[in-house]
């Protein structure tokens, strides 16, 4: 038994108790210090995530380098990680993206300026030893194997977001701002957790349903090979039940919508870093799952359901993408696009087809990273000026034209353009989707239309035009902040060129999730006998 | 005589001291109520003791001392101190729970 | 040899990653180094065109695969370069006027302070333009095609401070994304129907699909072929484009990538020629496009947006020759070829004169400039010449072989595509005489500038000079030398094929008619705006002139049926969002509230009344344990 | 089944501990229901003794009885002893609702046990053959040892926590005599020392307030602590009464008309009158 994997989520788990756990004080040299601390404590998880996929062998068995601790032996329960070719590219992204969020949010948790905020010793301390906590729970979800390890750390993952969202603003709002913040953690924290709620009763539905049939497990690899090999027949009405009550968790988290209306609060009040921390890390772990949990347990359900979903999916690419149009903050308009993002990723999974599949794999990763780097840009704008409101920019590009080409940059990832990474995925998704649903596959189309819209519009208000006055003599990117997008948009570029290196570690797991739904892509209608490309005829 | 009626005897002075911390409000004295409580489950661990014919029931009696010991402790000093500020040892004095 | 096909594609990018990422230090001599690699693209795309003429014509197309780009079980695309006779006219072409333009550019943009970037954003677009016209399957083009979008992007907006510039950039993006929409939907068409997307497969399985399917597919392609080309009805972007500097004008909206439809199409013949009903369209397209474009150019006083409604028509009349089929689709490559050198020219020379007028731009503001620019003038009236199909000039047997195959197409259909070609031929020759007398000659009308300063004209630099020489040359001889023989049609008929037409007349009449028609044009032209002296302000006009004076309303029609809609439900759904979905449930959660601040009435703050509830838990405990004991 | 010795044991031992809990629960002052416990307490170590629980019977004698029941009196003491509760319910219902609640469980148990079959009692001889304590000892050490550590270190976070209570923490300086005198004077509330408790030739206790010369009440002469606990002895009335008495009788063997009778102090209004303000008050 390898310790990697255990390795990999305690690293930042100790790193939050450690960081936490530094002396205060408000000195200079003593938040350095956290910083610091903090900042290796994510390198080194990022370390051992590359290590995780270095030994991941992707012609293997689905999950590898597997632990497993008895932890409650009367219910089955035990902490048991194991690392599938989806969780591993997740893992991989989240310890990616942690140092740079951090790196991004280096002064977010500073003593914020006299007048009234909340002011605590703590306070950088807390911050950085909330983003670790985040990551190491991230880390569990995507690498638990035991469904109620899973569920307990999808869970616990809210409590750091909570404080996160509700005690680190960006210092752009408006005057009751803390107001608004606590209105947006709150409300992040009701929707969540309600969630949750109904999934945990399904969690302990399926142990019952389970354990009536023998197999009180909570292991998920055990509980699948019993579906599809038939030990382990749940009733139709019951399994759809069952994922209903895991899907409710997950659409609310991933979001879906119309369980949305949280995100565009949580992202707008949060910090940057926050903000993509929620969309591009904690919002990935939803819908994973629903690839995960809710296909592998209930693969008729699933079948059942994904009209609907697909339908709902739908609604929420277009919709998030009309709404970002229509929005006058800048934050708020990421939220937005990221909604109708997460539409095509639930899309491609429940297409499922292998192209739908793995496009919706490749889509968290490289939303995740596109997003990061288009919201971290946007916020650097954002502390620059103080204000979050699109109108208070305008010509920045004059002023700053790095930071105006890394936020072109960011904006066009958005919009998938093909070289850069959301391409790839987003056109596997409607290919995917299309050669099983036509009509819903054309109408997502249209979404690519709106995501020119709304990320040209947001660069043309801010960056282009004469050069307003609140805007003249902004700083352009420091290099802390080069340091942060550069390695976002190397990425970016280079899993646009060559997704091989992602798509070699998912296919496998893709194919073995369709395998457990009994789904095979539907044959193209008229095949050409060699599909190499390279022959002329 | 069955040793029984020991239990009933334990389950009547259990009840008279739940009721009397509903009834008191004399700190003091709810306090003595509960302690009063806590022998009475003494005495029906000691009873369960003779009954099974071994000793867990007195050593789970002999915890129960303990902390009645560390709970008393801690309550009375709680008591002292509210006296202090409160120059009251009615419990119904202290009520900033509500809202 | 083969390895040089990467080569090509990766000299220009090289040359964009290393001016855009490149400091300062290259501020100096940065527009020398993309020049020179877009000349090096040139020479590699030179040495490769020599290669392939060294072989016999069956042998003539060769593929360099690279790597696999996408694999996902039956979805592999591959970064696969195709060059074969049809590349290769596209290879010659781009990087040669490529680098033509290159060179202008750097007298042009001799001021410009952003000029690294300019030439990295030049650079940029060549490799984007040569991935799109050197992929071997759908999706690699789709990369050159969104490429060579996002490169016209950038250089529309290049003046972004102006933030005419900015909204031009962004609309010429987005229709361009309605187009590249149609072009993604063919593709997933496609991958359902053959389970792969790549030219030669797809070609040669799609006599085995239904007509419907092929249509369909056609019909998708034709809407990426609308919008990259500026054809009805996704033309409106290419007037709005010329805010970009005039070197871009030059290259990219009107030589190389606008001409990408086209491409498109010539390329996608094996599916085109199965698809009557599609082609169809796409004449339809290209017949009301040829004469739109005409028009909106007769009414412009910009001289830039009167040559660019000249695009939009020339390429109507590719597009309509192009959906003629085999009778067609190598002289609407021809044609593109000329138009390549003439209109590039057109534009330089246009560029020419605004350089040396303070940037002005309407051409009612000019006049009397033949004497002050003598290069710019003759150059520009040789481009002309071609342009208007002037007897032996370059555009003269393009132009005639598309008219000659659209009477060929035979019946009413034939009849009436002819006479719109030959009515586009009319208004062409109106509308460039009217540039060309209102630019070089009558009287000057000359106006001071914003800071009031009366221009003072005079010949541009040498490197703006000499390419358009280059243009001219080619303007005058391209077109000879590639109907001498043949030539361009049997080099290219491999890939094409080629089916001769039966015009209903000798061809040598056609080209009489064309030429009479030519002079009636430049005839009206000269009456109307070469005898008299020419108002500086624009007179009100008729209703069809106001009316193409706002390119026949398109805009209007855009903004009232899209935009104003669009927009007024963007901001429906966020009242929705936020009133609606976000208004329920706040809603719920203050019913909640309320109901809660009844219930904690019962939270009285005493002790002993939670202890109660405690007990009285207590007992309902006891009591349902005894009770489920009992039962 | 139990001898008869055990049996009369248990009915006289049963009837003091009921006895004495409900003189807990019904006693009005603190001390008495402490006494009352205590007494519960005894008759149930008896208890435990009789069943064989020798060392729980002992520890209950000396631990409970002895030290816990002892701190409970040290903190009546504290809080004040004859303090009392009046017996008044001021929660509404609450009163009702826990006797019912008592009634209701108390049934409950009664009756579940009943319901049990508790016919076999092992008895302990077998567990206690090495002696009880020895027993016990067996188990705590071996069986039980983990709770053993952890109850005792409970019991030293208990006593830290209740010297972290009771601890007042020492926020400034104390203040020296002549401190203290300066302060007062620059407050000026009472500058002088408070009056001396009134010493009357019947009553020489701190209990009773001086009178100040129109015959009120001097609050300040009484200690505080038995002011808190409202333990002033007025005895005012009574003096005056006498004092009253005393001019009448010179006036009727001087033989002044009334009218030109002095008049002692009216109706006393001694305690109704604002007491002087404590210091806490005046800031």
């Known amino acids: 038994m390898s310790y990697l994997l255990s390795a990999t989520c305690a690293v930042p788990a100790a790193g939050a108790v450690l960081t936490a756990a530094l002396p205060a004080g408000t000195g200079e040299a003593r938040r350095r210090t956290t910083k610091a601390v903090a900042l290796a404590v994510s390198a080194a998880t990022l370390g051992l995530a590359i290590a995780v996929a270095a030994a991941f062998e992707p012609d293997g068995p689905r999950y590898q380098l597997t632990e497993s601790y008895s932890w409650i032996r009367s219910f089955g329960i035990s902490f048991s990680l194991g690392a599938d070719g989806i969780g591993t590219v997740l893992a991989l992204l989240t310890a990616v993206l942690v140092p740079l969020v951090m790196l991004a949010g280096w002064h977010d948790a500073d003593p914020a300026a006299p007048e009234g905020s909340f002011e605590s010793k703590r306070r950088t301390q807390g911050f950085f030893a909330l983003i670790l906590a985040v990551e190491a729970m991230v880390l569990v979800s995507f690498l638990a194997t035991d469904v109620f390890v899973f569920y307990v750390f999808f869970e616990a993952m809210l409590i750091p977001m909570y404080f996160l969202i509700g005690g680190f603003g960006d210092r752009a709002g408006g005057p009751d701002s803390a107001r608004q913040r606590s209105y947006a953690a709150v409300k992040f924290l009701l929707y969540n957790l309600l969630g949750g709620l109904v999934m945990l009763a399904a969690v302990i539905g399926l142990y019952v349903v389970a354990g009536d049939q023998g197999q009180a497990t909570f292991s998920l690899p055990a509980l699948t090979d019993a579906i599809s090999s038939g030990k382990l027949v749940i009733d139709p009405t019951v399994q759809r039940a069952l994922f209903l009550g895991f899907f409710f968790a997950f659409a609310v988290k991933a979001p879906l919508w119309p369980l949305h209306t949280w995100l565009p609060n949580a992202m707008g009040e949060s910090t940057a870093g926050t903000a993509v921390l929620i969309t591009a890390v904690v919002d990935k772990v939803g819908t994973f799952a629903m690839l995960r949990f809710c296909l592998g347990l209930f693969p008729d359900a699933s079948k059942t359901f994904a009209p609907a979903i697909l339908v709902l999916s739908l609604i929420g690419i277009v919709y998030g993408a009309l709404v970002a149009i229509g929005q006058k903050d800048i934050k708020r308009l990421v939220a937005y696009a990221s909604i109708s993002h997460f539409g095509f990723i639930i899309m491609g999974i429940f297409a499922m087809t292998s192209q739908g599949q793995s496009g919706a794999t490749l889509y968290m990763v490289n939303h995740g990273i596109s997003t990061a780097a288009w919201m971290l840009v946007a916020g650097f704008l954002i502390s620059r000026r103080g204000s979050r409101l699109i109108a208070d920019y305008g010509g920045v590009q004059k002023v700053a034209p790095v930071l105006a080409g890394t936020f072109l940059i960011g904006g066009l990832a958005t919009l998938s353009l093909p070289g850069l990474a959301p391409f790839v995925s987003e056109f596997l998704v409607l290919v995917g989707t299309f050669t099983r649903y036509p009509v819903i596959g054309i109408i997502a189309t249209f979404g690519i239309v709106l995501a020119a819209l709304y990320a040209l519009m947001l660069y043309q208000r801010t960056m282009t035009g004469p050069v307003k006055e609140s805007v003249t003599g902004m700083p352009d990117l420091k290099a802390r902040e080069l340091a942060v997008v550069a390695p976002l948009v190397a990425l970016t570029l280079l899993l646009g060129v060559y997704p091989q290196s992602l798509t070699r570690i998912v296919n496998p797991a893709v194919n073995d999730t369709l395998s457990q739904v009994h789904r095979i892509d539907p044959a193209p209608a008229h095949p050409v006998a060699a599909t190499n490309g390279g022959e002329q005829k | 005589m069955n040793p029984v009626n020991y239990l009933y005897l334990a389950a009547l002075l259990f009840t008279i001291g739940a009721s009397g911390v509903l009834i008191r409000r004399n700190a003091i004295v709810l306090f003595m109520c509960v302690e009063l409580m806590l022998n009475a489950s003494n005495l029906a661990l000691v009873t369960f003791s003779r009954l099974h014919g071994n000793l867990d029931g007195q050593i789970l009696a002999f915890f129960t001392m303990v902390v009645a010991a560390a709970e008393v402790v801690v309550g009375l000093a709680i008591i002292v101190s509210i006296f202090r500020t409160r120059h009251s040892a009615s419990v119904d004095d202290s009520n900033l729970m509500k809202l | 040899?083969?390895?040089?096909?990467?080569?090509?594609?990766?000299?220009?990018?090289?040359?964009?990653?290393?001016?855009?990422?490149?400091?300062?230090?290259?501020?100096?001599?940065?527009?020398?180094?993309?020049?020179?690699?877009?000349?090096?693209?040139?020479?590699?795309?030179?040495?490769?065109?020599?290669?392939?003429?060294?072989?016999?014509?069956?042998?003539?197309?060769?593929?360099?695969?690279?790597?696999?780009?996408?694999?996902?079980?039956?979805?592999?695309?591959?970064?696969?370069?195709?060059?074969?006779?049809?590349?290769?006219?596209?290879?010659?072409?781009?990087?040669?006027?490529?680098?033509?333009?290159?060179?202008?550019?750097?007298?042009?943009?001799?001021?410009?302070?952003?000029?690294?970037?300019?030439?990295?954003?030049?650079?940029?677009?060549?490799?984007?333009?040569?991935?799109?016209?050197?992929?071997?399957?759908?999706?690699?083009?789709?990369?050159?095609?969104?490429?060579?979008?996002?490169?016209?992007?950038?250089?529309?907006?290049?003046?972004?401070?102006?933030?005419?510039?900015?909204?031009?950039?962004?609309?010429?993006?987005?229709?361009?994304?309605?187009?590249?929409?149609?072009?993604?939907?063919?593709?997933?068409?496609?991958?359902?129907?053959?389970?792969?997307?790549?030219?030669?497969?797809?070609?040669?399985?799609?006599?085995?699909?239904?007509?419907?399917?092929?249509?369909?597919?056609?019909?998708?392609?034709?809407?990426?072929?609308?919008?990259?080309?500026?054809?009805?009805?996704?033309?409106?972007?290419?007037?709005?484009?010329?805010?970009?500097?005039?070197?871009?004008?030059?290259?990219?909206?009107?030589?190389?990538?606008?001409?990408?439809?086209?491409?498109?199409?010539?390329?996608?013949?094996?599916?085109?020629?199965?698809?009557?009903?599609?082609?169809?369209?796409?004449?339809?397209?290209?017949?009301?496009?040829?004469?739109?474009?005409?028009?909106?150019?007769?009414?412009?006083?910009?001289?830039?947006?009167?040559?660019?409604?000249?695009?939009?028509?020339?390429?109507?009349?590719?597009?309509?020759?192009?959906?003629?089929?085999?009778?067609?689709?190598?002289?609407?490559?021809?044609?593109?070829?000329?138009?390549?050198?003439?209109?590039?020219?057109?534009?330089?020379?246009?560029?020419?004169?605004?350089?040396?007028?303070?940037?002005?731009?309407?051409?009612?503001?000019?006049?009397?400039?033949?004497?002050?620019?003598?290069?710019?003038?003759?150059?520009?009236?040789?481009?002309?010449?071609?342009?208007?199909?002037?007897?032996?000039?370059?555009?003269?047997?393009?132009?005639?072989?598309?008219?000659?195959?659209?009477?060929?197409?035979?019946?009413?259909?034939?009849?009436?595509?002819?006479?719109?070609?030959?009515?586009?031929?009319?208004?062409?020759?109106?509308?460039?005489?009217?540039?060309?007398?209102?630019?070089?000659?009558?009287?000057?009308?000359?106006?001071?500038?914003?800071?009031?300063?009366?221009?003072?004209?005079?010949?541009?630099?040498?490197?703006?000079?000499?390419?358009?020489?280059?243009?001219?040359f080619g303007s005058v001889f391209a077109g000879g030398l590639f109907t001498l023989g043949s030539s361009f049609l049997n080099f290219l008929e491999p890939v094409t094929g080629h089916q001769e037409g039966h015009p209903p007349f000798n061809s040598y009449v056609v080209s009489v008619i064309a030429t009479v028609c030519m002079l009636a044009g430049v005839g009206l032209a000269y009456v109307m705006y070469g005898r008299g002296p020419v108002p500086v302000k624009a007179p009100v006009g008729s209703l069809l002139t106001r009316a193409a004076r706002r390119d026949l309303l398109q805009d209007d029609f855009n903004h009232a049926v899209l935009v104003r809609p669009g927009s007024a439900l963007a901001a429906t759904l966020v009242w929705f969002d936020s009133k609606g979905l976000d208004g329920f449930v706040n809603g719920l959660a203050a019913a909640i509230g309320g109901l809660s601040g009844r219930l904690r009435r019962i939270q009285t703050g005493y002790v002993r009344t939670y202890a109660l509830s405690m007990f009285g838990g207590t007992l309902v405990l006891v009591a349902s344990t005894l009770l489920m004991r009992s039962v | 089944m139990t001898s008869t010795g055990e049996a009369v044991q248990f009915w006289v031992l049963a009837v003091i501990a009921v006895g004495g809990a409900l003189g807990m629960l019904l006693m009005k002052k603190a001390v008495h229901s402490a006494l009352c416990l205590a007494a519960t307490m005894l008759s149930l170590a008896v208890c435990y003794l009789a069943q064989g629980a020798v060392f729980l019977g002992v520890v209950q004698i000396v631990v409970y009885t002895g030290a816990i029941m002892m701190l409970f009196l040290f903190v009546v003491m504290l809080v004040g002893v004859s303090s009392e509760d009046s017996l008044k319910e001021q929660l509404k219902g609450q009163r009702v609702a826990a006797v019912l609640c008592g009634v209701g469980f108390g049934v409950l148990l009664i009756a579940g046990l009943a319901n049990a079959k508790l016919s076999h009692f092992t008895g302990l001889s077998e567990a206690n053959a090495e002696g009880n304590v020895q027993g016990l000892a067996k188990l705590i050490f071996t069986k039980y040892v983990w709770a053993f550590e952890v109850t005792g270190a409970l019991l030293i976070t208990a006593a830290i926590g209740a010297m972290v209570l009771t601890h007042r923490e020492k926020i400034r300086e104390r203040l020296t005599q002549r401190q203290l005198a300066a302060q007062r004077v620059k407050d000026n509330i009472q500058v002088p020392p408070l009056p001396a408790p009134g010493v009357y030739a019947r009553h020489n206790a701190v209990d009773i307030p001086a009178l100040l010369p129109d015959g009120t009440v001097a609050e300040d002469s009484v200690m505080s602590t038995l002011r808190e606990r409202g333990q002033i002895r007025d005895v005012s009335q009574e003096m005056l009464q006498r004092m009253a008495e005393l001019e009448e009788a010179t006036a009727d063997w001087l033989g002044r008309p009334s009218s030109a009778r002095p008049q002692v102090a009216g109706p006393r209004q001694a305690l109704e009158t604002v007491p002087t303000p404590t210091k806490e008050e005046a800031e």
């Open chain 3, 1 to 472: 040899m083969n390895s040089l096909i990467p080569l090509l594609v990766a000299a220009p990018l090289a040359g964009a990653a290393l001016l855009l990422l490149g400091g300062r230090a290259l501020d100096r001599f940065g527009h020398w180094i993309a020049t020179a690699l877009a000349a090096l693209s040139f020479a590699f795309g030179l040495a490769l065109f020599a290669d392939m003429l060294g072989r016999d014509a069956e042998h003539r197309a060769v593929v360099e695969r690279l790597y696999t780009w996408i694999p996902v079980d039956g979805f592999q695309a591959d970064i696969s370069f195709q060059l074969d006779q049809l590349s290769i006219v596209f290879v010659l072409l781009i990087t040669g006027v490529g680098s033509l333009i290159h060179l202008y550019s750097v007298g042009y943009m001799a001021h410009d302070e952003r000029r690294r970037r300019f030439f990295g954003y030049l650079n940029l677009f060549l490799a984007a333009m040569l991935i799109l016209v050197l992929a071997d399957n759908y999706l690699l083009l789709y990369v050159g095609w969104e490429g060579v979008g996002l490169a016209s992007y950038l250089l529309i907006g290049f003046w972004q401070h102006k933030p005419s510039a900015a909204t031009a950039a962004k609309k010429a993006f987005i229709v361009n994304r309605v187009g590249d929409m149609g072009l993604s939907v063919a593709i997933m068409l496609m991958f359902a129907e053959f389970g792969s997307f790549a030219f030669g497969p797809v070609f040669g399985a799609a006599g085995d699909a239904s007509q419907g399917k092929l249509t369909a597919i056609a019909l998708m392609l034709l809407l990426a072929a609308c919008g990259k080309s500026a054809q009805v009805p996704l033309q409106s972007w290419l007037g709005d484009a010329m805010e970009g500097p005039t070197p871009v004008s030059a290259l990219i909206h009107a030589a190389t990538m606008v001409t990408a439809g086209v491409y498109l199409i010539t390329r996608s013949a094996a599916i085109f020629n199965l698809a009557p009903d599609a082609q169809t369209a796409v004449v339809v397209v290209g017949a009301v496009t040829l004469v739109f474009g005409a028009i909106v150019g007769c009414a412009k006083d910009d001289i830039k947006k009167a040559l660019a409604g000249s695009t939009m028509s020339q390429i109507g009349y590719m597009i309509m020759a192009a959906g003629l089929g085999p009778i067609g689709y190598a002289f609407a490559i021809m044609h593109l070829v000329t138009h390549g050198f003439f209109k590039a020219g057109l534009f330089l020379g246009a560029g020419s004169v605004m350089h040396g007028m303070n940037d002005e731009v309407n051409m009612r503001h000019y006049g009397g400039l033949r004497k002050y620019m003598p290069v710019t003038f003759w150059t520009f009236l040789l481009g002309t010449g071609a342009l208007i199909g002037f007897p032996l000039l370059s555009g003269f047997w393009s132009k005639d072989k598309i008219i000659d195959a659209a009477f060929a197409k035979g019946g009413a259909e034939g009849w009436i595509l002819g006479l719109c070609a030959l009515t586009g031929a009319v208004i062409t020759a109106f509308y460039m005489t009217r540039v060309v007398l209102l630019t070089f000659f009558g009287e000057k009308r000359w106006q001071p500038d914003g800071d009031g300063n009366l221009p003072h004209p005079h010949e541009s630099p040498k490197t703006m000079t000499i390419p358009m020489i280059v243009l001219a």
